[in-house]
């Protein structure tokens, strides 16, 4: 089976400072990586995607992420966060064996950015 | 600008009463996901199809829960009877198989907020 974890709850970060949100997968299989941020009251936007090729992918508003096979992580990074960057953010993963494609969430992680 | 569209955006209704929410996904999408957010559970995949075809609703309780796709431009998800405790946020999202890969991103509507009073 499938899962995805966010170890951490909330991750707080000031402005102007690198932030990194972790996530971890389990997947037999090539996995497909997503982030996605939720503003509140809104639906899932999809920031970026790791399907194959390069480990280190870019997304919009200048976050990228690291696909690490090894640690089977995905870890969410960016350069300098903003206050605008504070949001609810979830790792997802597609894939498995049984190739049904289903897509599966993480807890999410709180990003706080203080000024 | 292709998006999902789900309806109602809000929805308070009465224990005991049928409640359906609709999703339209995206044009030439093959695949839908219902999901359910909660403080408590996070986001938890209730159903989902591809080529209109149920794949896997195993997050869904069968008891009071029904999820069709009528038409590729329509999907449903009706609960019958509600309860308090189906109150949530319910999203829609589509997705397709991308060019040599296949899975690629979902899209995600804006949500119906059911509260079950």
């Known amino acids: 089976a499938q899962s995805v974890a966010q170890p951490e709850d909330q991750v707080n970060v000031a402005e102007g400072n690198p932030l990194t949100v972790k996530c971890t997968y389990s997947?037999?299989?090539?996995?497909?990586l997503f982030w996605y941020v939720q503003y509140p009251n809104r639906g899932l936007q999809f920031l970026l995607k790791y399907i194959t090729g390069d480990n280190l992918v870019k997304g919009s508003y200048g976050f990228e992420a690291e696909f690490n096979k090894s640690q089977t992580s995905f870890h969410l990074k960016k350069p300098s966060a903003l206050v605008s960057d504070s949001a609810l953010y979830f790792c997802?993963?597609?894939?498995?064996?049984?190739?049904?494609?289903?897509?599966?969430f993480g807890q999410g992680t709180t990003l706080q950015v203080k000024p | 600008d292709a998006r999902v569209t789900q309806t109602p955006r809000h929805k308070v209704t009465e224990m005991g009463q049928e409640v359906t929410m609709r999703c339209q996904p995206i044009?030439?999408?093959?695949?839908v996901f219902w999901y359910r957010q909660t403080m408590m559970q996070g986001l938890e995949l209730l159903a989902y199809f591809r080529n209109r075809a149920p794949l896997d609703d195993s997050g869904m309780p069968k008891d009071r829960f029904s999820a069709e796709m009528p038409d590729a431009t329509l999907a449903t998800l009706k609960i019958q009877p509600s309860e308090p405790r189906d109150s949530a946020v319910y999203f829609c999202?589509?997705?397709?198989?991308?060019?040599?890969?296949?899975?690629?991103?979902?899209?995600f509507g804006q949500g119906t907020r059911l509260t079950v009073v």
């Open positions: 997802a993963v597609r894939g498995g064996s049984s190739n049904t494609g289903k897509l599966i």
């Open positions: 997947v037999s299989g090539n996995p497909y």
């Open positions: 044009l030439g999408h093959n695949t």
């Open positions: 999202a589509s997705g397709s198989r991308g060019q040599g890969a296949w899975y690629t991103e979902a899209f």
